[in-house]
């Protein structure tokens, strides 16, 4: 049980360039989460999905893109990288009731360099 | 909206220090409460969480109390190691609500 991973770990982009980065659970989660860290800001909230085939937008969706296809997997593009986006992002997942109380679980997280 | 605030960082203590984190919040509503850490280079995991007054939340020696009179989820831990050294998040999620907010982190280092 591996729980959430993502991939990569570390990547580093020239600016306008895209790309993907990929989260996947074991858990059978119904909700999962796409997140970034800056510094001082804590975690905000980028996208989200509440099942297979549905997203919706966070708090910070600008410049993002997601897309739920399996149920185990959660995408996160970049069409066009910038500067700004240079973060860490987290990945979360939790199970399917959306209870106020519901546990998430984070993966490790993926450090993004946009030069 | 919903927000959280937390005591500003870095924290540093000697080890067997007592700990107190401070979390006050603002939010419509009985939210749950949460205390996430995240050791270094890793991501975050669920300290605790109280999910109504006066309740307590407690794990690995770490205790927290939902206070609504105070809208308060202090964090503390009566003895810390060095183990303990990480990044702490208060988080809420209120009902009809899938996304957590978070504070800002507090970053915790115990020397020896």
């Known amino acids: 049980n591996a729980g959430v991973t993502q991939t990569p770990k570390f990547r580093v982009l020239k600016t306008g360039q895209s790309m993907t980065l990929l989260c996947a659970q074991d858990?059978?989660?119904?909700?999962m989460y796409w997140y970034r860290q800056d510094p001082g800001m804590g975690l905000r909230l980028i996208h989200y999905?509440?099942?297979?085939?549905?997203?919706a937008k966070g708090e910070v969706p600008d410049g993002y893109n997601v897309s739920r296809l399996k149920k185990q997997n959660f995408l996160l593009g970049l069409e066009s990288a910038a500067p700004s986006q240079t973060s860490v992002y987290f990945c979360a997942s939790s199970y399917s009731t959306g209870e106020i109380q519901e546990t998430q679980y984070f993966g490790p997280g993926t450090r993004l360099l946009v030069l | 909206g919903n927000s959280v605030t937390q005591m500003e960082g870095p924290v540093t203590l000697s080890e067997e220090a007592f700990l107190t984190i401070n979390c006050t919040y603002t939010a419509t509503g009985y939210p749950s409460l949460f205390w996430y850490v995240q050791y270094p280079g890793e991501g975050l995991q669920l300290l605790l969480k109280a999910t109504k007054a006066d309740d307590k939340g407690s794990n690995k020696g770490f205790e927290a109390t939902y206070r609504k009179e105070t809208t308060s989820f202090h964090l503390e831990k009566g003895s810390v190691q060095v183990s303990d050294s990480a990044v702490y998040f208060c988080a809420l999620k209120n009902f009809g609500n899938e996304k957590l907010t978070f504070g800002t982190g507090t970053r915790l280092t115990i020397i020896p």
């Open positions: 858990m059978n989660h119904e909700y």
């Open positions: 999905s509440v099942g297979e085939g549905t997203t």
